[in-house]
């Protein structure tokens, strides 16, 4: 293992497996095995660009705090783990958090699951301020793209396809998370082994959401009932979806518990459209 102590940018690194512990570090057109980041202390300012790679990680079990993450333009294949996951375990301090961070145009195929960026369990932390933006993940075993106790979080022009063979969470799950725009997304053609499955999920403790112009097509689920949206709300408030293109999935729109009385449907196109809540459409009436 090449284990990196000092700040400083490496490039061509040839390596199985890379640990960083120094702040303002690059790592550059390298291949690599698995590239983890240490957060034995609070750590800043990495960048890991153009590089061949299994999977990248960091892992906060303690009061640490990741700041100022950029993961762009690798492309990371059939890892048996995530392939990108910065996440709060849950032995962590209350201070614990991941800030800033950069997820952009990384193309990850046949791996175990692709991006997250969450706290697990139940953990509460807040994290802040996370784009992840035109990335490819495609044909992993779980699901596409995760983010969860987000203040702040842009997805836009990822393509999240094919995913969720052995899980249920399907192409793009939003969970716990205040003030984000979801656009310009392609979540077609995922699939679950039980729930869900579906082209985007707002889940449970989600506001102020923005949904526009996004693609969700063929998302068929599984015989469960609650499986295979284009796009599930659940028990959201202040959410929009807008002008999104919802063609072939189980159910176009899914709207669960309360967040049909919180949320607005506007200009949608669509083939057939189905709610869990007696939500008027109104997609055709506001212009």
Not at 105 to 132: F, H, L, Y
Request: aromatic residues 6%; contains cysteine.
């Amino acid at each position: 293992m090449l284990v990196i102590n000092t700040s400083g940018t490496y490039e061509g690194i040839v390596e199985g497996d890379v640990s960083i512990k120094a702040d303002d570090v690059i790592i550059t057109n390298s291949v690599c095995n698995r590239i983890r980041i240490s957060t034995d202390n609070p750590i800043k300012n990495i960048t890991i660009e153009n590089s061949k790679v299994d999977s990248i990680a960091a892992f906060i079990t303690n009061g640490s705090t990741l700041n100022g993450i950029n993961i762009i333009d690798n492309m990371l294949n059939n890892s048996l783990v995530d392939a990108i996951r910065l996440s709060i375990e849950p032995s962590a301090l209350p201070s614990a958090s991941i800030d800033y961070v950069l997820i952009d145009g990384n193309k990850i195929t046949d791996c175990d699951s692709g991006i997250q960026v969450r706290n697990t369990g139940d953990i509460i932390n807040r994290n802040s301020n996370i784009s992840i933006i035109n990335n490819s993940v495609l044909r992993c075993n779980k699901y596409g793209i995760v983010a969860r106790y987000i203040d702040s979080l842009t997805l836009e022009g990822n393509i999240s396809c094919y995913n969720g063979k052995t899980n249920t969470l399907g192409g793009l799950w939003v969970g716990d998370t205040t003030s984000a725009s979801i656009s310009k997304n392609i979540s077609n053609f995922n699939t679950t082994s039980g729930i869900d499955g579906n082209g985007i999920l707002i889940d449970r403790g989600c506001r102020d959401i923005d949904v526009q112009h996004n693609t969700c097509e063929g998302n068929k689920g599984s015989s469960e009932f609650n499986s295979g949206a284009g796009i599930m709300c659940l028990d959201g408030d202040n959410l929009l979806l807008y002008k999104n293109i919802l063609s072939g999935n189980k159910y176009d729109i899914w709207h669960g518990g309360e967040s049909y009385k919180r949320s607005y449907s506007i200009n949608n196109i669509y083939e057939s459209l189905h709610y869990s809540s007696n939500l008027p459409d109104t997609s055709e009436i506001l212009q």
